[in-house]
């Protein structure tokens, strides 16, 4: 391949067999698209140093397969792909660490003393002063919703609102319909609304 495609939508072709040629075809690669990923997956992940761990995956993944990608794909559409894949896999490894850490904690604020067996209750501050204060701008509210859908629906409203995808483009980075991605995106939008009119009403997250 001569260069990377100036228009996004484009297709790429194979890259060029001299490994000095792929190496800053690859350079030039990151630099267009590096940004663009790193929000995609910040959004869907909502953790700076998850995201940079994760931005870096994607393209280290990219590069090892950059001798299979082919013309029949945009090349930001098929380095999606990896970014929502890895992404997925990674809030999987998350949830299941969460899952260990909660019953470790619960485990541990069980207490039998001889006494009535007590049960410890953390406090939970999503709702105190402090972080209602931190909480006002609508924005970071709505991204911290967008954050706690489920992850079908949270790749669709990250790629179709924040990133500006097509439906088309999104039903390949994430492998069905584009039926199925019209449907994702209506209930995660109705979801997100009745969180905003809450908000709007209550001034409570």
């Not at 792929?22 to 700076?48: H, W």
């Not at 970071?140 to 967008?146: E, K, M, S």
């Amino acid at each position: 391949m001569s260069g990377l495609p100036t228009d996004p939508g484009a297709a790429s072709a194979e890259a060029p067999q001299d490994p000095e040629a792929t190496r800053e075809l690859f350079r030039r690669f990151v630099a267009e698209y590096e940004n663009r990923i790193y929000n995609t997956v910040l959004r869907l992940v909502d953790d700076p140093h998850e995201a940079q761990d994760l931005t870096q995956d994607t393209f280290v993944a990219a590069y090892r397969a950059w001798h299979t990608f082919r013309q029949e794909a945009a090349v930001y559409t098929w380095l999606y792909r990896i970014a929502v894949n890895l992404t997925k896999n990674r809030r999987k490894q998350l949830r299941r660490r969460r899952q260990i850490e909660t019953a470790s904690l619960d485990d541990r604020l069980h207490l039998a003393d001889g006494e009535d067996d007590i049960e410890r209750e953390v406090m939970d501050q999503s709702h105190t002063p402090d972080r209602l204060l931190e909480s006002r701008e609508l924005g970071a509210f709505l991204g911290r919703q967008v954050a706690r859908l489920p992850d079908d629906f949270r790749e669709v409203v990250v790629l179709r609102d924040y990133q500006g995808l097509s439906y088309k483009e999104i039903a390949d980075i994430v492998g069905c319909s584009v039926k199925a991605i019209k449907s994702r995106l209506f209930r995660a939008r109705t979801i997100l609304r009745d969180k905003l009119r809450l908000y709007l009403d209550e001034g409570l997250e």
